[in-house]
């Protein structure tokens, strides 16, 4: 059974509050990919993920979802905040296999110069850790 539109973008926005990433693995499938435009190459696997994901969500000083639509076996949602003194704003698409865990994500972000540097901050960060 499918999880519902409001549960499955509330799992999702709400995956971040917990520090231990352990919401984050509830919701995500092993083998999940992380890709953007903010990236060189795919990050596989739950772990990675999740360490990237969470040292991207440090880089902003402010960030909104503030669209959503649900077509079955994605989740689009639309967000807008602000990060390294620039508007920045983009959408994520999920991709969920049949049981509901989500097996891809896929970030965008614009404009260009906001991603540039959101860019170059991540893997400033990510090289450091």
Do not use: C
């Amino acid at each position: 059974m499918s999880t519902p539109p409001a549960d499955r973008r509330q799992a999702w926005t709400g995956a971040f509050a917990d520090p231990s990433g352990a919401a984050f693995k509830a919701i995500v499938a092993a083998e999940v990919t992380l890709t953007g435009s903010v990236f060189d190459t795919p990050t596989v696997g739950v772990d990675a993920v999740w360490k990237t994901m969470r040292t991207a969500a440090s880089i902003y000083d402010d960030l909104q979802f503030t669209n959503f639509y649900d077509a079955s076996d994605r989740l689009f949602l639309e967000w807008e905040g602000h990060a390294l003194g620039h508007d920045i704003a983009g959408i994520t698409v999920l991709r969920t296999r049949d049981d509901g865990a989500i097996v891809e994500v896929r970030i965008h972000h614009r404009p260009l110069p906001a991603l540039l540097a959101f860019a170059a901050e991540l893997d400033r960060r990510l090289t450091a850790a």
